[in-house]
């Protein structure tokens, strides 16, 4: 049974940088979702995704930030001139529509 | 407001010793979710229990229990017997269906000593 997976597990970049996320979620799973968690905190849902369509975006989600599902499989993050605010894990989960989320590993992303 | 509050932040405790976590939830929808998950040092986060608002019930599965009580908008979470590899943190989690967006709490730290 694999599991979600995320890629990469660690990224650092230097601030203005632009960067990419990638999830695989589980295959039959037709919700993706994008969290954001930093350190001491629980994490804070940032969008999903129900097949292909985008169904909620969260206003912590700033212009920077763009998120895909093009075929409704797999699922990018991308984060545009970074800065060291958007240092954090950012984790992502998936689900069937009425199923508990199931979460990766995350990527943590450092801004220096 | 929808909220969820777990006011231990860290708890600390000698393996074989019984555990509650405590959860306190916000919200003014009469049907809503309670999630519990677990963090290990691994970072990723795994599905323990859903609860939905209209069953009290408590449940037990093994060393674990979990205690909802609507009456005073709390859903705590006891290990029995709590042993080291029990340590991580424990999110509580208030949601809207069985699945979908969740709103966490801060997360309790267990650390459980040998």
């Known amino acids: 049974d694999t599991g979600v997976s995320q890629n990469p597990r660690h990224k650092i970049t230097k601030r203005g940088q632009n960067v990419t996320f990638r999830c695989d979620p589980i295959s039959e799973h037709n919700r993706l979702y994008w969290y954001r968690q930093t350190l001491g905190q629980g994490p804070e849902f940032l969008t999903y995704f129900q097949n292909e369509a985008q169904l909620e975006k969260s206003r912590l989600l700033s212009d920077r930030f763009s998120a895909e599902r093009p075929k409704g499989s797999f699922s990018t993050l991308e984060i545009q001139r970074t800065e060291q605010g958007d240092s954090a894990m950012y984790l992502c989960?998936?689900?069937?529509?009425?199923?508990?989320?199931?979460f990766g590993n995350g990527t943590r992303l450092t801004v220096t | 407001a929808q909220k969820v509050t777990q006011a231990q932040t860290e708890i600390s405790v000698v393996e074989k010793e019984d555990v509650t976590l405590d959860c306190v939830y916000e919200?003014?929808?009469?049907?809503?979710?309670l999630f519990w998950y677990k963090q290990p040092p691994s970072g990723e986060l795994v599905f323990l229990i859903r609860r939905n608002s209209f069953d009290e019930q408590n449940e037990i599965s093994g060393r674990y229990s979990w205690n909802f009580q609507k009456s005073t908008s709390s859903f705590n979470f006891t290990i029995t017997a709590s042993q080291v590899v029990d340590s991580a943190v424990y999110f509580c989690a208030l949601g809207y269906n069985q699945g979908g967006k969740l709103i966490f709490g801060q997360g309790t730290e267990l650390s459980v000593k040998p």
């Open positions: 919200t003014r929808d009469t049907t809503y979710y």
């Open positions: 989960a998936s689900s069937l529509i009425q199923g508990p989320l199931h």
